[in-house]
C-alpha cells in the first residue's frame, strides 16, 4: 500500500520561495506518475505538475518558469521547489500518485497536505 508523507510549506512573502517534499513508500502498482496538486479556498483541487516515471515534467500554465517538480528517486522523495511565489499560489497542497494514463489518484494516494501562504 502507497504511503505519501509530506514536508515543507509555511509562510512567505510575495516573490519568496518555498520547498515542499514528499515521501514515498510501498509499492506503487503499473505505470505511474508523481503530481502536486493545490486547492484553494472555494475552489476545485488542480494539478500544478507532474513528474513521469522517466522524469519528464509537466507544469500547468500558471507555474510554468516558477515551479520545478523533481524527485529523488534514491530516496524515493518528491519534491516541488517555487520560486517566485504569488497571493494567488496560496492553497493548501498534496502530493499525489496518479495513473499516468487516466489522471485517475486512489484514495490511498495521496499525501496528507501542506499549507502554502504567501502574503503580498
Known amino acids: 500500500q502507497v504511503r505519501l508523507v509530506q514536508s515543507g510549506g509555511g509562510s512567505v512573502q510575495a516573490g519568496g520561495s518555498l520547498r515542499l517534499s514528499c515521501v514515498v513508500s510501498g509499492y506503487i502498482y503499473g505505470s505511474y506518475c508523481m503530481a502536486w496538486f493545490r486547492q484553494a479556498p472555494g475552489k476545485e483541487r488542480e494539478e500544478v505538475a507532474r513528474?513521469?516515471?522517466?522524469?519528464?515534467?509537466q507544469y500547468t500554465d500558471s507555474v510554468k518558469g516558477r515551479f520545478t517538480i523533481s524527485q529523488d528517486n534514491a530516496k524515493k522523495t518528491l519534491y516541488l521547489q517555487m520560486n517566485s511565489l504569488k497571493s494567488e499560489d496560496t492553497a493548501m497542497y498534496y502530493c499525489a500518485a496518479p495513473d499516468c494514463a487516466s489522471g485517475h489518484v486512489d484514495s490511498n494516494g495521496w499525501g496528507q497536505g501542506t499549507q502554502v501562504t504567501v502574503s503580498s
Open positions: 513528474i513521469d516515471s522517466a522524469g519528464r515534467p
